[in-house]
């Protein structure tokens, strides 16, 4: 038994015909995923969960901003798959330059990348308000409230070193670089890649704006980004998929990891632990309530295992879990359209232009730091 395994749970995948092992081994050999916010939640159990489909030829890059969690993240891998080929690769998503460096550094390591799991992200200085909470538990918003935590949550954001706002940056705007700067190894003829991002039902249109889509103005940040995630996917499928690349959009469900842990800050960890038996009562009225990040990674597994084409671009794919602990994942429209996913797409191009630009007169400063 590793660290990842969960006791008491059956784990039922709406999965198509099971595929002979051989034909299952040759099909996937050399598939190689890569994995943003690795080291812990749901990134790192999504890479226990890849490695023990047995999958010849699996080549995992843990892609995490702290090379001492990735190591250790590594560690505990290989310690209960000590035949797998795991790979570290150094990048901060809030960082245009740590970025670019790590999208050079995966181009030189691999001519091909299959999967690519958009996951790291951020919900800095949570604010959680109490009083909604308890007038949301008299209303008939309680079991919405609990599925996507409206109306109950809003963040302080802050500034990168590069001027744009943390949560856009790290959860949004750092994995589009990413993805543009790999398109040599993620557009192959013949060839199909996938892009699979961790989003949320917190997503929501009343956060995100046009005119704002790094969210400087409001107080939702999180959902802003989220919402602005599944504005991308949706467009990335518009334009790459005649490329062979695909981009799906998963939500894990409410999970307890670090990210939910910092909602209550004074909640000592034990103190959530106690919490569990009311949230496995919460989860007979709410199947959202997957809390381990074993369930959570459910969805983002499961679109592994499906063939692109047969997903629909417009839905997300959320893992749930039953009152009896059973998983499952199921698709779900999302509340987006094609005209407003195509202007989020333009003024991410614009922004890239120009944070390119700013990044090559910076270099321009540092070479010759006299000129005026
Ligand atoms: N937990 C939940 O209920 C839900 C989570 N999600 C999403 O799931 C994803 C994973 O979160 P979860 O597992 O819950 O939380 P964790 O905090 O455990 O995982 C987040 C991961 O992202 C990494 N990360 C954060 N900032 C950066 C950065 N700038 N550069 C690179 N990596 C970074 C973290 O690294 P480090 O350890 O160094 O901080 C960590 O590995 C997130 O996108 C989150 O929004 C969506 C819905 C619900
Ligand atoms: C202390 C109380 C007895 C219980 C407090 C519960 C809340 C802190 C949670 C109820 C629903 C949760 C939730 C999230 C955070 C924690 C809650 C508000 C998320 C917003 C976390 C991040 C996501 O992406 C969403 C999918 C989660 C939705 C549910």
């Known amino acids: 038994m590793t660290p990842f395994h969960q006791t008491g749970y059956r784990t039922c995948c709406l999965e198509g015909k099971k595929r002979s092992g051989r034909r299952k081994k040759k099909e996937n050999m050399n598939t190689v995923?890569?994995?943003?916010?690795?080291n812990s939640g749901i990134g790192l159990v999504l890479c226990e969960r890849l490695l023990s489909q047995d999958l010849e030829g699996l080549q995992l890059c843990l892609a995490c901003r702290s090379m001492r969690r990735a190591q250790a993240a590594r560690s505990a891998l290989l310690a209960s798959h000590p035949a797998a080929q795991v790979a570290l690769l150094q990048v901060d998503t809030s960082s245009i330059s740590s970025v670019i460096a790590a999208?050079?550094?995966?181009?030189?390591?691999?001519?091909?990348?299959?999967?690519?799991?958009l996951n790291a992200g951020i919900m800095p200085n949570p604010q959680f308000d109490v009083k909604a909470f308890f007038k949301g538990l008299f209303s008939s918003r309680i079991v919405s409230m609990f599925a996507t935590g409206e109306g109950i949550l809003t963040q302080k954001d802050g500034v990168t070193p590069d001027g744009l706002q943390d949560v856009f940056a790290t959860n949004l705007f750092g994995h589009f670089l990413l993805i543009r700067e790999l398109e040599p190894v993620l557009c192959h003829a013949g060839r199909t890649s996938r892009l699979i991002w961790t989003s949320s039902s917190n997503a929501h249109r009343s956060a995100f704006d046009l005119d704002d889509v790094q969210h400087r103005r409001g107080a939702r940040p999180y959902s802003s980004s989220k919402y602005a995630s599944d504005l991308l996917s949706l467009a990335l499928n518009t334009r790459y998929n005649k490329q062979g690349l695909f981009s799906s959009v998963t939500c894990p469900g409410f999970v307890m990891t670090n990210l939910t842990y910092g909602i209550l800050p004074s909640f000592p960890a034990v103190l959530w632990t106690l919490l569990m038996p009311v949230f496995w009562l919460i989860r007979m009225f709410t199947n959202t309530f997957t809390l381990t990040p074993y369930n959570g990674a459910e969805a983002l597994l499961w679109l592994f295992k499906q063939k692109p084409e047969s997903l629909d671009p417009q839905a997300k794919y959320h893992s749930f879990t039953s009152g009896l602990g059973n998983n499952y994942t199921l698709p779900r429209k999302m509340d987006i359209d094609v005209e407003t996913s195509d202007a989020l797409f333009e003024k991410l191009l614009r922004l890239e232009r120009d944070v390119r630009e700013k990044l090559k007169e910076r270099a321009e400063e540092s070479q010759y730091p006299c000129r005026t």
Do not use: Q, S
Request: net charge positive.
């Open 33 to 38: 995923v890569l994995v943003t916010g690795a």
């Open 103 to 117: 999208a050079r550094e995966v181009k030189l390591r691999y001519n091909r990348l299959d999967y690519l799991y």
